[in-house]
């Protein structure tokens, strides 16, 4: 198997912790708030208010399950509009009260229903991209697990964005980018391979700021090798964002996105 | 995010009954005839007229960016900004030069959207059109890039910007980056927003997936065309979860007007009209009496 279809393979494990676990390795006091306050509370996401080293944080992640009833009634981790709603009321509310926003990600993807559409999934997302832009308080995304499309965006206009060693993102899953792109099922790897969504590649391209090592025993089963590294990176991270000017904040993260393309503009069929 | 695969006419030989054989008429070339895919009539295509519409039905067939722009903006009114700029390969995905030059070749279009500023009944205006005849309107670096720089123009223009999006969804070829745009756009547009200026979003035939994900869904004012396919999943992914068909009305424009993610379907004959009528109210003052 390519290196990269293991890494997506383990992104996707089902004993893979999960949002809740990093939570509650990482931080104090956590007291869970629900709901997007207009239609319904999705399990999809978790959110709420934590303490981190003694200063008040507000976390929030999507959330998969360990088990089949888990899963369902986390909707696998593919949050509904009510999910990001819930996610931007959080984030709102975190800004009223200048507190950090630390954000997890693993997501296949924003969930595919007819009622998400009919409650404007891609709405939702559009307008935690809008708004994640101007929020005046520091946001750092990690990525756990998996992250795919703009279901993972949404959680991830951030200042800095870090992954697992075995954490992925792409535009589309690699089975999705083989039948689209390829009218064939039996592309995937080749398609994994290509479409550089492994830590290392993503790394390379300016797309996240930071790997966090994994055990090589098993994230499962060493859960705290890892905290303990994403404890310190946020320490240190918290401490320059907090520290810095609101303008400054916020036009680094506008210019973080900004950079992003690759064009040209000489006009080359003039030329020949 | 699937690309549409529907297409909005399909050109069929000249029926039978054509012009039935009187002596000095001259034979309708192929091409002189359409089918509308909607009410399956044959339409003779002088009929279609320069709004494009089914002459029985009133479907609003698919416009280029250019015939876009010869139907809103006030006559030799419309600068074009970026006109040379195409897609350079992020990914390395083989053979992505040939697939753009011949979307190039096919469309006459560098790109799937047109930006620069016009006048709108002498409003002054920037304006961007997405055209579905490049790789069905993907956003990858191009659209992304000359969406961004139109609305930073019109920021510091102080200018409002109207967006009439046609898109299949993100561009898959050009991977991660692709899907970047929605937030390099989304950003933009947020600073546009935070100086009180106006983004009027027209959703056209097809608007789904990262477009519907990020600016088409962030405008003031949101108008769509009638008829349009209008989401952010693909049909067929949706039918494929739930395994069964989906109505016609599903994801349509109208669909979408009664969910609350639309303020109006204005027709194509109307929209230079309502358009001018938006700008024009933003253009004075709003509120204080005194
Ligand atoms: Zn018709």
Redesign the pocket.
Known sequence: MSNAMEIVKKARMVTRPTTLEFIEMLFDDFIELHGDRCFYDDKAVVGGIASFHGKSVTVIGVQKGHSIEENVMRSFGSPNPEGYRKQLRLMKQAEKFGRPIILFVNTSGAYCGVGAEERGQGEAIARNLMEMAGLKVPIISIFIGEGGSGGALALALADQVWMLDNGMYAVLSPEGFSSILWRSPHRVEEAAELMKLTAVDLLKNGVIEKIIPEHRDGLENHLQFTTEYIDRFLLEELKKLCAMPVEELLENRYQRFRKYGSFTEEDELEKK | MNLFKRKNYIKINPPEVAPAAETEAPSIPDGMWVK?D????I?YTKEIGPYHL?P????HFRLSAEERIGLICDEDSFEEWDATMTAKNPMNYPEYHKIIAKAQERSGLKDGVVTGKCRIDGYETVLAIMDSHFMMGSMGSVVGEKITRAVERATKLRLPIIIFTASGGARMQEGIISLMQMAKTSAALNRHHQEGLLYISVMTDPTTGGVMASFASLGDIILAEPGATLGFAGRRVIEGTINEKLPDEFQTSEFQLEHGFVDAIVSRVEMKETLSKLLRLHSVEGGTFS
Do not use: L, N, Q, V
Request: aromatic share 10%; glycine share 0%; proline share 0%.
């Open positions: 509308c909607d009410c399956k009539k339409i089914c029985f039905c009133r479907k």
